[in-house]
């Protein structure tokens, strides 16, 4: 395949920026997460408990009223702000200003979200990634991904790029159309899959990390947190990515020994965050 760079190792030490040591949570980024809806608020608390424990300094999530004991009481270390609405986003308004934005988990699809989305993507400037509900809403509002930054991240899975892109006959076809819809836009995608592939313009980058146990549900949750995470540690959008990535990866091939793949869940990525970064300091 064209310009293909394989992310190892040994790429990732060259993209790695180790904690200073003198460093403190005001300077270590702050990440706003935005998402959740009544009966999905789970995925707001696997992507925000990856992002602080991929080293963020602050993390704060935005999500409808149903959704605030459950965040308080599971990770306190989370900052909540909520939505008017009990159980769906229907106006995005906050007053802090964060180095980075993720939004989709566990988001819904109400048209009243629809609205807010389109109202905080008209506004937004600050560094952003998309998932999930986020990415579908977009694919039913084409001119939408217009009122995106330039590098900005999406992170869909087969089905969610199918929406955006079209269908395809051929892995060939599917790269083809993914680059393009890339360079026309200027965003960065990540291509969610085995072996997952981000693709930035003609330059793509193929992980070497992760297995089969990832095959279950709110990993994608967790790698959002973690890419937000990363933003708002002022890494570039596609140093974020291919960290990201590779983390996420790394953490179920650390796992496997003790999980296997059936007994693997999202939980596990977070639980093995620390082990990852860990093997990229021996």
Not at 37 to 59: D, N, R
Not at 199 to 215: P, V
Request: net charge negative.
């Amino acid at each position: 395949m064209r310009n293909l760079i394989s992310i190892d190792r040994a790429a990732i030490l060259k993209r790695y920026k180790p904690i200073n040591s003198d460093t403190h949570k005001g300077i270590q980024g702050h990440a706003v997460l935005i998402g959740g809806s009544y009966g999905k608020i789970g995925a707001m608390v696997l992507s925000s408990k990856a992002c602080l424990k991929t080293g963020c300094g602050l993390v704060t999530v935005f999500i409808p009223q149903c959704g605030y004991e459950i965040l308080q009481i599971a990770i306190p270390e989370v900052m909540v702000l909520t939505d008017v609405q009990e159980k769906h986003i229907s106006k995005i308004e906050f007053d802090i200003m964060p180095q980075a934005i993720g939004i989709g988990p566990g988001l819904g699809q109400e048209l009243g979200t629809q609205n807010a989305l389109h109202k905080f993507l008209s506004n937004d400037k600050t560094p952003l990634i998309i998932d999930a509900d986020a990415l579908n809403i977009l694919s039913q509002n084409a001119a939408w991904i217009l009122l995106l930054p330039h590098n900005t991240i999406l992170t869909p899975h087969p089905k969610e790029l199918e929406r955006l892109i079209g269908k395809w006959n051929s892995n060939t076809e599917k790269f083809e159309k993914t680059i393009a819809f890339s360079k026309l836009h200027q965003l960065i995608i990540v291509m969610k899959g085995a072996p997952t592939f981000i693709i930035d313009g003609d330059r793509i980058y193929e992980n070497t990390t992760g297995n089969a146990a990832l095959a279950t549900a709110g990993t994608g949750d967790a790698l959002t947190g973690m890419i937000t995470s990363l933003l708002a540690q002022s890494y570039d959008p596609i140093d974020a990515a291919i960290l990201g990535v590779y983390l996420h990866g790394l953490t179920a091939d650390i796992a496997l020994p003790e999980t296997g793949y059936q007994s693997f869940i999202a939980s596990d990525i977070i639980l093995n965050i620390g082990k990852a970064y860990l093997s990229l300091e021996e």
